[in-house]
């Protein structure tokens, strides 16, 4: 099975900064990885698929970058907006499963 | 526009069983592979059982040999049989239609699963 690591699983930033989340994954899963935002109550909203590709309507400050098993999220100016919790998760195979999760605080 | 409805999420008893729905639509549903993932009080997500359009079936190893998914394509419904159900299995549960490149594109509101006495 494909286990994937986040870091860090919490962070503090202010509105302005430069954030970024990584994801590694215990096997090559090649750009098979998405990143998701959950915020309290809510079902999860994509972000980014295929390692770097901007899901419709997201806004362009979020970028995903990496391929193999060393993968990013990067917020490049945090807004009050991205407070939530942010999931990377690979479909190279099954089991199909999520990182652990990195809660955002602004 | 995309829309999945959950359906049957109710207060169970330890062993028992229960029958999640979802209702699909604006897509043709038919062609789409679908997901239910999971996600207990306070934690992360969990991904449960994929169905794909023609019916094959993937289970977590929590759940195989308990959950079943199936799929009526005539309905445009996704269903997830459960049984054995123990207080690990407390969750909200989504239903996810996945892209046809295979990540996790449109999802439910949820529907809550409580196993308690």
């Known amino acids: 099975d494909i286990q994937l690591t986040q870091s860090p699983s919490f962070l503090s930033a202010s509105v302005g900064d430069r954030v970024t989340i990584t994801c590694r994954a215990s096997?090559?899963?090649?750009?098979?990885l998405a990143w998701y935002q959950q915020k309290p109550g809510k079902a999860p909203k994509p972000l980014i698929y295929?390692?770097?590709t901007l899901q419709s309507g997201v806004p362009s400050r979020f970028s995903g970058g990496g391929s193999g098993t060393d993968f990013t999220l990067t917020i490049s100016s945090l807004q009050p907006d991205d407070s939530a919790t942010y999931y990377c998760?690979?479909?190279?195979?099954?089991?199909?499963?999520f990182g652990g999760g990195t809660r955002v605080e602004i | 526009e995309v829309q999945l409805l959950e359906s049957g999420g109710d207060l169970v008893q330890p062993g028992g069983s229960l029958r999640l729905s979802c209702a699909a639509s604006?897509?043709?549903?038919?062609?789409?592979?679908m997901t239910w993932v999971r996600q207990a009080p306070g934690k992360g997500l969990e991904w449960v059982s994929h169905?794909?359009?023609?019916?094959?079936?993937y289970y977590a190893d929590s759940v195989k040999g308990r959950f079943t998914g199936s799929r009526d394509n005539s309905k445009n419904t996704l269903y997830l049989q459960m049984n054995s159900l123990t207080a690990a299995d407390t969750a909200v549960y989504y239903c996810?239609?996945?892209?046809?490149?295979?990540?996790?594109?449109?999802w439910g509101q949820g529907t809550l699963v409580t196993v308690s006495s």
């Open positions: 295929a390692a770097s």
């Open positions: 096997h090559d899963i090649s750009s098979f």
């Open positions: 996810v239609k996945r892209d046809s490149s295979g990540w996790f594109h449109y």
């Open positions: 169905v794909g359009n023609t019916g094959n079936t």
């Open positions: 604006g897509f043709t549903f038919s062609s789409y592979a």
């Open positions: 998760q690979h479909f190279r195979s099954y089991p199909l499963t």
